[in-house]
């Protein structure tokens, strides 16, 4: 067997894999131009100023097109877009909430923000949530679900919606890891009621912050205009609607997108295809080749796999000790892996498991809750045992040939000599 590099071996790789930041590596001239006009037009707001350019208006066009949905509005952050799709679906105070166990931290943050509050459910083999497991949590109090595609592989879609269209309630897609992704080639975010993406540096494409919130309704589209713009409908003309009048508007906030940042988003959306095809290329023969030559190592499931973008790999280890060898062995041979928000339930950071808040009383757990809402470590026991042992590949899309060989063998490599005589 070959000496692993964490025991002094030489590595598979001699130098680190490129940065996980996809969007960020194929950054360059394009979005240095597109940020510079705006600045030299000395019009960086979007809805006003000596000469404005509208790049964050180009932008929600490209994507209205692009996703095949009428309605889009760029956002500070997928963290606001998801506080602007709570409110814009009318969610607040003594609602509920259904957020998977796995996801970030902001999911369930942003229902707190929306004075609702988070219930949990359970992800399966996907590591996405488990729709079996929604009925579990499921009461007369709770008005919406959001679904959340961790790292590039598609959540069940059809069983979520079937799910809500039994209880009538709310489907929002937090699509901020997974920009691209499809369910039955329809891309993910145009599914559910309203779908949130984020720009933020960790993301398929970014622009630093920034996000965006589309949806198919018009209804739900001004609410979340108003919402993210002081209660304001400012290029009302540029749609034809008509719900409410001055009259009508809802209190909002300023969550709106900056012109430098719609033109640096617009650039990367261009370059989503390109990114997407490169990290789904080496993706393939990733998994293809581990596939083959370890049969004994299990894969996250993927529902949908024509509608995985292939951003990560996601391998289940037999234990969380072993997910821990595999995952410190790889770095050292130069493959830099992870195992997701330290290995464990987003629900057990002390503020969501303590129910703590910037307010009073805790507000808005302080509701009266015919059900009342408790937490407990094993209240999503999937969850507790999968995070901990999956190990995620990033698959960058600015790999070279020899990159993908490089980390086959590495991974080939440390898994035998990690599993060793474990089989
Ligand atoms: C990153 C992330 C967010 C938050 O996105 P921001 O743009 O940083 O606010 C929300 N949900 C998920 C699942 C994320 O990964």
């Known amino acids: 067997m070959e000496k692993l590099a964490i025991h002094g071996g030489k590595p598979a790789r001699s130098k680190p894999l490129p940065p996980n930041y996809p969007g960020a590596v194929v950054m360059g001239d394009e979005e240095a131009q597109a940020a510079a006009h705006v600045i030299t037009s000395q019009s960086p707001f979007r809805y006003y100023g000596p000469e404005v350019n509208y790049m964050v208006k180009a932008l929600e066009d490209q994507m209205s097109n692009d996703l095949g949905i009428p309605y889009v509005l760029g956002v500070s952050s997928c963290t606001a877009g998801l506080v602007v799709a709570l409110k814009a679906l009318g969610i607040g105070y003594g609602d509920k909430v259904i957020v998977p166990a796995n996801t970030f931290i902001a999911t369930a943050g942003a229902v707190v923000c929306s004075n609702a509050v988070p219930v949990f459910v359970d992800v399966d083999d996907s590591l996405n949530m488990d729709p079996d497991d929604l009925e579990r949590v499921m009461d007369d109090e709770v008005k919406a679900i959001i679904a959340v595609p961790i790292l590039g592989n598609p959540c069940d879609m059809q069983r979520i919606m079937k799910f809500a269209e039994k209880y009538n309630i709310y489907v929002i897609e937090d699509v901020a890891q997974s920009c691209g992704i499809k369910n039955n080639g329809r891309f993910a975010g145009t599914i559910g009621h309203i779908g949130v993406y984020s720009f933020q540096m960790n993301k398929i494409i970014t622009t630093g912050e920034g996000g965006a919130v589309v949806t198919r309704s018009a209804e739900i589209f001004e609410r979340a205009v108003r919402y993210h713009d002081q209660g304001m409908f400012r290029d009302k003309q540029r749609f034809n609607i008509h719900f409410s009048d001055e009259d009508h508007a809802i209190v909002g906030q300023n969550y709106r997108m900056s012109e430098i940042t719609g033109a640096v988003a617009l650039k990367q959306w261009g370059k989503l295809d390109e990114i997407l095809s490169s990290m789904k290329r080496h993706y393939n023969k990733i998994s293809q080749a581990l596939s083959s030559e370890l049969p004994g190592l299990q894969f996250r499931k993927v529902t949908d796999p024509l509608g995985d973008i292939g951003s990560n790999l996601g391998m ?97 490599k440390v898994y035998k000599g990690v599993m060793g005589g474990r089989g």
Do not use: W
Request: glycine share 2%; net charge negative; aromatic share 10%.
């Open 316 to 412: 289940i280890l037999p234990t969380q000790d072993i997910a821990e060898q595999f995952t410190n062995a790889l770095n050292a041979e130069n493959i830099n892996t992870n195992i997701l928000y330290n290995g464990k339930p987003i629900y057990m950071v002390p503020q969501l498991f303590h129910q703590r808040t910037a307010d009073k009383n805790n507000f808005p757990y302080d509701y009266p809750f015919k059900h009342p809402v408790k937490y407990t470590e094993d209240m999503c026991p999937r969850a507790v045992d999968l995070i901990a042992r999956t190990v995620y590949l990033p698959v960058s899309p600015v790999l070279k040939e020899q990159d993908v060989e490089e980390i086959i063998a590495g991974i080939i």
